[in-house]
């Protein structure tokens, strides 16, 4: 399972911390959105087999989780018929949005402090330190 990998969270982690350290102004809500899906983790058909490759998953894996993540948040998977969107790029994607949601439940009750005020650098900081010492 992707979940039960430590090469995956290492990686959603430190993309995660990236992505606080380029700076964030937002609320607690919104840091989701910010952090796994205003950017793309991977860029490129050949960069993203390469992570798959470091993640130890097959298409079938990732295709499976991801079909799951939607059907239990949304009820169904809208993605499924598109073709554009069954390739390593786009599954690696949405995988990496799935997991960092994941990520973010780990600290979710502190997150919670924030959640509908303006976060400033310094709770920024703070999330960045619970990120950080998040351990799998």
């Not at 039960?4 to 606080?20: M, V």
């Not at 700076?23 to 809500?29: A, D, N, P, V």
């Not at 499924?80 to 439940?105: C, F, H, M, P, V």
């Amino acid at each position: 399972m992707l979940r039960d990998n430590n090469e995956i969270f290492d990686s959603i982690k430190n993309h995660a911390l990236s992505r606080l350290e380029e700076g964030y102004s937002g609320t607690g809500c919104d840091l989701h959105n910010y952090l796994f899906n205003e950017d793309y983790f991977v860029m490129y058909h050949s960069n993203a087999k390469k992570i798959a490759d470091k993640w130890e998953v097959d298409a079938f894996e990732l295709v499976e989780y991801n079909i799951d993540q939607e059907r239990d948040n949304y009820g169904e998977c809208y993605w499924i018929n598109e073709k554009n969107k069954l390739n390593w790029e786009s599954q690696i994607n949405l995988a990496t949005y799935w997991l960092g949601q994941e990520l973010l439940d780990e600290i979710q009750e502190e997150l919670e402090d924030y959640w509908d005020s303006e976060m400033t650098k310094e709770d920024v900081d703070k999330v960045f330190v619970l990120i950080d010492n998040i351990e799998y």
